[in-house]
């Protein structure tokens, strides 16, 4: 099993920032491909960013694209997610993921282990 602990969610307002942090435990992190999802209420779960194995490779959604920031570092078994330019539409619960397989890295049914979320609220 791999443990998945977010941190770094909290209250904003519009145009500010938030890093949020994802620390894992249990298995090899540096063999698995990591995602950053999110869900706001009413809604699926929706992918935000993901990074390679060796943190090479960065995806985006196209509507967190130039304004967010995906790294990990593997000494440390964390992801990240540098969020910048807020906007109330980016109001949600966000997950980190990881994925053993590498592939399909913004489809959330591929993905392993999953974050428990942490709370992300930008207001207008």
């Known amino acids: 099993q791999m443990q998945l602990v977010e941190s770094g969610g909290g209250l904003v307002q519009a145009g500010g920032s938030l890093r949020l942090s994802c620390a894992a435990s249990?298995?090899?992190?540096?063999?698995?491909?990591m995602g950053w999802f999110r869900q706001a209420p009413g809604k699926e779960r929706e992918f935000v960013a993901a990074?390679?194995?060796?943190?090479?490779?960065?995806y985006y959604a196209d509507s967190v694209k130039g304004r967010f920031t995906i790294s990990r570092d593997n000494a440390k078994n964390t992801v990240y997610l540098q969020m910048n330019t807020l906007k109330p539409e980016d109001t949600a619960v966000y997950y980190c993921?990881?994925?053993?397989?590498?592939?399909?890295?913004?489809?959330?049914?591929?993905?392993?282990?999953w974050g428990q979320g942490t709370q992300v609220t930008v207001s207008s």
């Open positions: 993921a990881a994925d053993l397989s590498g592939s399909d890295l913004a489809s959330p049914r591929k993905y392993d282990y």
């Open positions: 249990g298995r090899t992190f540096s063999s698995y491909a």
């Open positions: 990074i390679s194995r060796s943190g090479g490779g960065t």
